[in-house]
C-alpha cells in the first residue's frame, strides 16, 4: 500500500514521517501478537496497540494536524492498520482458547481414582447368591431353618445308626441343660444342613426342588483347613421316581456357576446314612484338564462334593412314601468352595471379622 | 488300608490284560477310592545283588575296607566300604555306579557315582537296609551293618527287588470310603469285590479239619451284646522265632512290622481275612476265659507299655483272676505271646462296633483290630479265620499240636433279606433292565436271588448283613454300580412351570445385606455364635437367658449369642489394630432360652430364634458417626420395601450406649433395636481405643417386607423454586427437630435440610450455630427478589421469635 502511494509521487507523505510510525506500529504489533502465549497477556496487547489510548490511537491523532490533503490517505492507511491488527489478535485470540485450560497450575493425571463405596458383603454371602440366582431360575425355593436343631431332625430322621459317631460331643455341639435327653428334646447347634430338608418336605410336602444354604457347626480342633463354623450349601429335588442319573444338573448348576465354565463331573460311589445310593462327586481338575497334577493328587479329578438319592428312611420322615418320592441331594461346602476360587489358604479368615481380608472381596 | 496286589492275586484270577490305571479307576469308580498305587520295585529302582569276593583292610582307615564284589559284569568292582560285618561270599545289596536310587526308599532318585575314599577308588556302594528303608524286614542288630540277603540265594547282577520278591504293587485304600463295607477290611474282601466287578472266579480259602473237644478251655461271654461270638483255639509246641522272609515280607509290604512267627501269623490271618485274632500265653491264663465289663479299679498293661485305668464301661478279656486284654482293641502285655511261649491261646472273636468305638475313643487308642470291629465285622467271618489260621500253623509250626477248640456263639446274626421288583430298578435307574443281568450281578457279589411274581427276593451274604443293606434302594446300588454309574445317560430333569417364586423375606434379608454395603460402604462380617466373656461383660449383655453348650470351644466361649453385639465389639476391637475408620455390619441368628415352641414335630421345643441386624460405624467424630448410622437405617426403606424406620427414646438407655447419643429404632409403634455411640466405660472394657464406635442392632424378624415398590411419582414444580442458606445461633436445648418443624411452618417453604452444625469461641459457651437450606417455591408465578426476602426475614423471625436464635454474624 504504501509502495502504491510512493508510486503516485506523494513525496510529501514521507516527509511528514509517519507512513513510517505506522510501518513500525504494524511490524512491532505483530511480533508482539505472535509471541502472546496467554489470553490475559493478549488482552494487554490489545488494548496496547488498538485500544482507546494504544499506540494506533496516537497516530490517528497525529494525523489530525497533517496537511489536509495528506489527511485522507493517512487515515485510510491508519485504519488499515488497525484493521489488520485487530485482525491479528482476534485469530490469535481464537487460538489461545482452543489450547487453553480452565484452571491454572499443574495436573497429576497419574493420581489414582476415587473409590465411591468402601463396603461388599461377604466372600461366602457373594458365592451363595451367584447359586442362589442359579438355582432360582431353574425354579427352586430358598429355604432355611433354625441353626439350634434336635437330635430328632440332625440324626434320627436322616438314618444315623444310634451310635454313629458324628452324634457324641466330641463331634457336636450339644446345649447344655440337654445331656440326659434324646431325640426331639436333645438339642444342639445344628452339624449339618440336610435336616433341613426334611423340615421343608414336612411343610411343603412333594414335589419339592429347593435350596438351602446357611452355617453349620462341628467340634473340632480348628487349623488352616478345618472349622468350627462354616457353610454348605444344599440342594434337594424330590420326585416320583426321579432317577439318580438326573441328579447331575444340581451338580452342573453349581459347578458351572461357581467355575464359568462346563465343568466336566462323574459320579462314583461314596457312603453316607443319609443317601441310598450314595456318590461322591468329583470334578475334572481344572489345573491340569485330567493330565494329572499336585492339585489332583495325580488322578486328573477333584473331589467335590457329595451327593444321592434321599434315604427311604429320610423320605418317611418327611412323610413321604419311598415307593413313590425319590430325588437327589448334593451338598457341598461353601468354604472350600470359595478357597478354591480365590486360592485362599486358610479357612478360619472367613470368621475373622478381618477387614485386610475381607476387603479384597469387593 | 495298604492292599498287596500279589496277595489279592492269590485269590482271584485278574483278567490278563488289566492295567493298573484301569484296576485303580474301576474300583474308586464301583466301590472304594483307590488314592494310590505304588510299585515297590520302583522305590528300590537302581539296586543289584552283589556278592563280596574279598575283603582287605584299608591302607589309611581303620574303619573302611577295600572290597572286590561280582555285580554282575565282567570283572569284579571295587567298592570301598565302612560295613563291619562284611564277608566274602556275602549276598547283599549294592548301589552301582550311574543307579538312581532313592535313599530310605522315598523322595527324589539320586545318581551314584564313582568316588574317592581316602585315597582309593570305589566304584559304588553296599547299602544298609536302613539306607534302602528296609530296616524293618532286615532288622540291623548293630550300627553299621550292611544287609545281608545272602539266605535269598540270588544271582550277583539281578535287580534287588526281584531277588527279594518285592515285585508288587501296593494298593492305598481311602479308609474313610471303606467305612460301611467292614467285608473290604482284607484281602479275601477285596479280591471278592474284584471278581465280581471283572465276572472272574473266587478261589475259595481251603477249610481245614477242626479237632473234637475244647480241651481244657471254658468260655463265659457275660455280655452277649457285645461279644456275639467267641472262638479260642490252644496250640501247643509253638516256638517264638522269627518268621521265613517270605511271611515278614507279606505283612511288612502292606505297613505292619514283622515281630516273631506267632504274631505274624495272627497278623496274617487278620490281613488275609480281616478279621482281627489276637494270641495268648496258655500259661499265663488261670482258669476259664471270661468276656466281661471291667470292674472299678482294674487296670490293664497293654502291648505298647501304657496302663489303663479300666471303667466299667470297657469290655475286657479276663481270666479267673485279671483283665489280660482290652476286647477288640489290644492285648496285655504280660500275658500275650512272649519269649518262652510255647503253648498259644488263640483268640477269634467278635466285638460289637459301638463299645469298641467308646473304648477306644476314650483311651485314644486305635489299632488295626480297632479299627475293623468299629465297622461292624460279621461273626461268621471266624469260620474261614479260623481255617486260614489253623492252616498257617500247620504250615509254619509243622510239629505243632491243636490240643482244643471252642466256639461260643450265642448270638448268631441274621442274613439280610429284601424284596425289590425289576420294574422298580428300571424306573429308578431310567433304564431297561433284565431280570437275568440284575440276578448275575448280585450272583458274582454273593447275593443269592429267587425271582417269582415279578419280585426278586434277594439274600445279603452273611459279610454284607451287619448293616449296610436292608431295603430296595441298597439292592439298586449294588446293580447300580457294578454296572458302572457312567454307563447311565444323563437325563435332564422335568421342570414343572407352575408359578413365577416369590419369597419376600428371603429377598428381602438380601437387600439389607446389598443395601448396607453397597449404598452405606459397610463391610459385611461374621462371627461365631459362641460369644467371649469379656465382650458380654464389655455390652452388658444379659446372660440370664443365653443358652449355653455342653463342650463349648474354650471355658469363656460357653454362651450363645442373644445379640450381635458382644461378636460387633470384638470386630471393631480387632480391626482397630488396622484401620482407624471403618463400617461394618452382620446379619444372622441370635438366640434365646425362652419361648420355647415347635416348629415341625410338636416333640421338638426349639428356643427363641431371631434374625439380628447389627453394624458399627468407627471414625473420629461421635456425633458424625452417629448421623451416618442414623441415615443408614433411615434411608432403608427404600432399598429393602419395607415401612420406614423411625427413632425415638421410648424405653431405657441400652447399657453399652453412652447418655448423650442413643436413640430406640421404632417400626411403626414397636421398638425393634437400638443405635448408640459405645459408652466410655463399654469400650475401655472392650479394649476400643482412640476411635469412637457407633453401634445398631435391630431384629430384622420384625421387618415386613412390602408387597411391592409404595413410592409415588411428584409432579414438576411449574415455577422454578428458590433456596437460601441461613446460620441461626441458638441455645444447645433446642432440638433440629422443632426447629425443622417450625421451618417448615413457613409461607412457601417446600423443604428444610440441615446443612451442618457448629460449637465453638465463636458462638459462645451453651450454644450452637445450626445452618440449613430452605426451598421456596410458589404455583403461582415465578418468585421475585421482595417475595424471597419476605420469607427470609418471616424465617428468621420465627427462629428468632420460638427458640431466642439469631442469625450468625448478625
Ligand atoms: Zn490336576
Redesign the pocket.
Same mark, same amino acid.
Given at each position: 500500500m504504501f509502495d502504491e502511494l510512493k508510486e503516485q509521487g506523494m513525496e510529501k507523505l514521507a516527509e511528514s514521517g509517519l507512513l513510517e510510525r505506522l510501518e513500525k506500529l504494524k511490524k512491532a504489533g505483530m511480533d508482539k501478537i505472535s509471541e502472546t502465549s496467554l489470553p490475559q497477556d493478549l488482552r494487554t496487547v490489545r488494548a496496547n496497540l488498538v485500544g482507546r489510548k494504544g499506540e494506533l490511537t496516537e497516530v490517528l491523532k497525529s494525523v489530525g494536524q497533517a496537511a489536509p490533503e495528506l489527511r485522507k490517505v493517512l487515515g485510510q492507511a491508519a485504519n488499515e492498520v488497525k484493521e489488520i491488527l485487530t485482525q491479528a489478535i482476534d485469530q490469535k485470540n481464537e487460538e489461545l482458547i482452543n489450547c487453553a485450560s480452565c484452571f491454572e497450575g499443574a495436573a497429576d493425571i497419574t493420581l489414582p481414582g476415587v473409590d465411591f463405596t468402601s463396603g461388599g458383603l461377604h466372600p461366602i454371602t457373594q458365592m451363595c447368591y451367584d447359586l442362589n440366582d442359579a438355582f432360582r431360575s431353574l425354579g427352586f425355593e430358598v429355604f432355611s431353618e433354625p441353626e439350634i436343631t434336635s437330635e430328632l431332625y440332625a440324626f434320627d430322621n436322616l438314618n444315623f445308626a444310634p451310635e454313629h459317631p458324628a452324634r457324641e460331643s466330641m463331634d457336636t455341639y450339644w446345649l447344655k441343660g440337654h445331656d440326659e435327653e434324646s431325640g426331639a428334646k436333645r438339642l444342639c447347634l445344628r452339624p449339618h444342613l440336610t435336616g433341613a430338608s426334611v423340615r421343608y418336605l414336612q411343610q411343603h410336602g412333594a414335589p419339592a426342588r429347593f435350596v438351602y444354604p446357611g452355617r453349620v457347626y462341628r467340634n473340632e480342633t480348628t487349623d488352616a483347613r478345618h472349622e468350627r463354623a462354616f457353610f454348605q450349601y444344599e440342594a434337594l429335588i424330590v420326585d416320583k421316581d426321579f432317577s439318580f442319573a438326573s441328579g447331575k444338573v444340581l451338580v452342573k448348576t453349581i459347578l458351572d456357576k461357581i467355575f464359568g465354565m462346563d465343568v466336566e463331573v462323574r459320579m462314583r460311589v461314596g457312603f453316607f446314612p443319609f443317601v441310598e445310593p450314595g456318590f461322591e462327586i468329583d470334578m475334572r /481338575?481344572l *489345573? /491340569?484338564g &485330567?493330565? &494329572? /497334577?499336585k *492339585? /489332583?493328587k495325580h488322578v &486328573?479329578w477333584i473331589e467335590v462334593m457329595p451327593g444321592g438319592t434321599p434315604h427311604p428312611n429320610v423320605l418317611k420322615a418327611a412323610g413321604l412314601d419311598p415307593a413313590v418320592w425319590s430325588g437327589f441331594y448334593i451338598n457341598i461346602g461353601l468354604d472350600r468352595l470359595v478357597m478354591m476360587r480365590y486360592g485362599v489358604d486358610d479357612v478360619r479368615l472367613f470368621h475373622s471379622a478381618d477387614l485386610r481380608f475381607l476387603d479384597q472381596f469387593k | 488300608m495298604k492292599l498287596s496286589l500279589n496277595w489279592i492275586k492269590k485269590y482271584v484270577d485278574l483278567p490278563e490284560d488289566l492295567t493298573m490305571e484301569k484296576l485303580t479307576y474301576d474300583l474308586t469308580m464301583c466301590t472304594v477310592e483307590v488314592e494310590d498305587a505304588v510299585d515297590l520295585a520302583d522305590s528300590l529302582g537302581g539296586l543289584v545283588v552283589g556278592k563280596i569276593i574279598t575283603v582287605e583292610p584299608h591302607p589309611d582307615a581303620d574303619k573302611l575296607r577295600i572290597c572286590t564284589v561280582d555285580v554282575g559284569d565282567m570283572a569284579p568292582s571295587t567298592i570301598v566300604c565302612g560295613g563291619i560285618n562284611l564277608t566274602p561270599g556275602q549276598l547283599t545289596v549294592v548301589a552301582k555306579p550311574g543307579a538312581m536310587v532313592r535313599w530310605h526308599g522315598v523322595g527324589d532318585p539320586v545318581e551314584i557315582k564313582p568316588a574317592k575314599l581316602r585315597g582309593v577308588m570305589s566304584y559304588g556302594m553296599i547299602c544298609s537296609s536302613g539306607e534302602i528303608g528296609l530296616e524293618e524286614l532286615f532288622p540291623a542288630s548293630r550300627e553299621a551293618e550292611i544287609m545281608d540277603i545272602t539266605e535269598l540265594g540270588a544271582k550277583p547282577g539281578s535287580p534287588a527287588a526281584e531277588a527279594l520278591g518285592l515285585k508288587d504293587i501296593i494298593l492305598e485304600i481311602d479308609n474313610k470310603s471303606l467305612t460301611n463295607r467292614p467285608d473290604l477290611w482284607g484281602h479275601y474282601g477285596m479280591a471278592r469285590e474284584l471278581a465280581a466287578i471283572y465276572d472272574r472266579k473266587l478261589m475259595s480259602l481251603e477249610k481245614s479239619d477242626l479237632p473234637e473237644g475244647s480241651g481244657d478251655l471254658g468260655i463265659v461271654i457275660e455280655n452277649p451284646d457285645r461279644c456275639p461270638r467267641y472262638a479260642a483255639i490252644t496250640f501247643k509246641n509253638i516256638k517264638n522265632v522269627p518268621s521265613p522272609f517270605e511271611l515278614k515280607s507279606m505283612i511288612w509290604r502292606v505297613g505292619m512290622r514283622p515281630i516273631n512267627l506267632p504274631v505274624d501269623i495272627t497278623n496274617y490271618v487278620m490281613l488275609a481275612t480281616g478279621q482281627p485274632t489276637h494270641g495268648f500265653d496258655k500259661n499265663h491264663i488261670k482258669g476259664n476265659i471270661h468276656i466281661r465289663t471291667a470292674k472299678e479299679g482294674e487296670k490293664l498293661e497293654l502291648l505298647d507299655g501304657e496302663v489303663l485305668d479300666l471303667t466299667t464301661a470297657d469290655l475286657v478279656i479276663a481270666d479267673e483272676n485279671n483283665p489280660v486284654a482290652l476286647a477288640g482293641i489290644m492285648g496285655g502285655k504280660l500275658d500275650s505271646i512272649l519269649e518262652d511261649t510255647t503253648e498259644i491261646i488263640l483268640e477269634l472273636a467278635n466285638f460289637t462296633a459301638m463299645g469298641i468305638r467308646r473304648t477306644a475313643k476314650r483311651f485314644d487308642i486305635r489299632t488295626e483290630a480297632s479299627s475293623r470291629f468299629e465297622k461292624s465285622v460279621e461273626p461268621q467271618r471266624i469260620d474261614v479265620a479260623i481255617a486260614v489260621a489253623v492252616n498257617m500253623f500247620k504250615e509254619y509250626f509243622p510239629e505243632s499240636e491243636i490240643v482244643g477248640l471252642v466256639d461260643s456263639y450265642p448270638l448268631p446274626l441274621k442274613n439280610s433279606e429284601v424284596e425289590v421288583s425289576l420294574s422298580f430298578l428300571s424306573r429308578r435307574l431310567g433304564k431297561e433292565l433284565t431280570a437275568e443281568e440284575v440276578i448275575r450281578i448280585l450272583d458274582n457279589l454273593g447275593f443269592k436271588t429267587e425271582a417269582r411274581d415279578g419280585m426278586f427276593h434277594v439274600t445279603a451274604p452273611s459279610w454284607r448283613s451287619t448293616g449296610d443293606i436292608s431295603l430296595p434302594n441298597d439292592i439298586l446300588e449294588e446293580v447300580a454300580r457294578l454296572m458302572g454309574y457312567e454307563n447311565f445317560d444323563f437325563i435332564p430333569p422335568k421342570v414343572v412351570l407352575e408359578k413365577p417364586i416369590n419369597q419376600r423375606k428371603v429377598e428381602m434379608e438380601r437387600s439389607v445385606r446389598e443395601y448396607l454395603a453397597f449404598r452405606c460402604g459397610m463391610q459385611e462380617i461374621f462371627t461365631y455364635p459362641w460369644i467371649e466373656d469379656e465382650y458380654i461383660e464389655a455390652s452388658c449383655a444379659d446372660t440370664s437367658n443365653m443358652l449355653c453348650l455342653s463342650t463349648p470351644p474354650s471355658p469363656d466361649e460357653s454362651r450363645l449369642r442373644s445379640t450381635l453385639i458382644p461378636g460387633m465389639m470384638k470386630g471393631v476391637f480387632t480391626n482397630l489394630r488396622y484401620f482407624d475408620s471403618f463400617r461394618i455390619f452382620e446379619l444372622t441368628q441370635v438366640f434365646a432360652d425362652k419361648n420355647y415352641h415347635s416348629i415341625n414335630d410338636p416333640a421338638e421345643q426349639l428356643p427363641e430364634i431371631a434374625r439380628h441386624l447389627c453394624g458399627a460405624f468407627v471414625g473420629p467424630d461421635p456425633r458424625f458417626l452417629f448421623r451416618q448410622a442414623k441415615g443408614a437405617l433411615e434411608n432403608m426403606h427404600r432399598a429393602v420395601h419395607m415401612e420406614p424406620l423411625s427413632f425415638a427414646q421410648v424405653a431405657a438407655r441400652p447399657l453399652w450406649a453412652d447418655d448423650k447419643l442413643w436413640l430406640n429404632i421404632m417400626y411403626g409403634e414397636e421398638s425393634i433395636g437400638c443405635i448408640g455411640l459405645i459408652s466410655l466405660r463399654s469400650a475401655r472394657k472392650a479394649g476400643i481405643k482412640r476411635s469412637m464406635t457407633v453401634l445398631f442392632e435391630i431384629d430384622v424378624e420384625k421387618l415386613l417386607p412390602l408387597a411391592s415398590r409404595q413410592n409415588r411419582y411428584m409432579r414438576l414444580p411449574e415455577y422454578p423454586c428458590v433456596d437460601f442458606d441461613l446460620s441461626i445461633v441458638f441455645d444447645e436445648k433446642v432440638a433440629w427437630s422443632d426447629i425443622y418443624e417450625t421451618a417448615s411452618k413457613v409461607e412457601l417453604v417446600k423443604e428444610v435440610r440441615f446443612i451442618d452444625e457448629y460449637r465453638g469461641p465463636q458462638v459462645g459457651e451453651g450454644k450452637k450455630s445450626v445452618s440449613f437450606r430452605t426451598r421456596i417455591c410458589s404455583n403461582e408465578g415465578t418468585l421475585t427478589s421482595e417475595k424471597i426476602e419476605m420469607i427470609t426475614k418471616q424465617m428468621i423471625k420465627k427462629m428468632s421469635k420460638k427458640f431466642d436464635g439469631n442469625v450468625r454474624g448478625a
Open positions: /481338575c *489345573v /491340569c &485330567g493330565e &494329572g /497334577c *492339585v /489332583c &486328573g | -
